[in-house]
């Protein structure tokens, strides 16, 4: 019963910072590439970042390069996204993702403006 749930959404400030929060259960995340994407109202899913095995390695999306934070804790099973200088079209629902075409519910981060 694979289970991904993000927490850690909420209303913030232009500038201001926010840390979101997947916790699996259900499966082992350890050894596996781990993703974050959002979807603004009206527009299509979008990639945000990556992080692969380890953590060593990351990935992200341009838009928010020098930004954005992805992280991992194995042993917590949870991977983490750090966000900073957020700005309004950061607004969106943020979905953690998990192979193989497993997703949470979405945590709503809502920049003000």
């Known amino acids: 019963q694979v289970q991904l749930v993000e927490s850690g959404g909420g209303l913030v400030q232009p500038g201001g910072s926010l840390r979101l929060s997947c916790a699996a259960s259900?499966?082992?995340?350890?050894?596996?590439?781990m993703k974050w994407y959002r979807q603004a109202p009206g527009k299509e899913r979008e990639f945000v970042a990556a992080?692969?095995?380890?953590?060593?390695?990351?990935s992200y999306a341009g838009s928010v390069k020098g930004r954005f934070i992805i992280s991992r804790d194995n042993a917590k099973n949870t991977v983490y996204l750090q966000m900073n200088s957020l700005r309004s079209e950061d607004t969106a629902v943020y979905y953690c993702n998990a192979p193989f075409n497993y997703w949470g519910q979405g945590t709503q981060v809502t920049v003000s403006s």
């Open positions: 992080t692969f095995s380890s953590g060593a390695i990351a």
């Open positions: 259900g499966i082992i995340i350890s050894g596996k590439t």
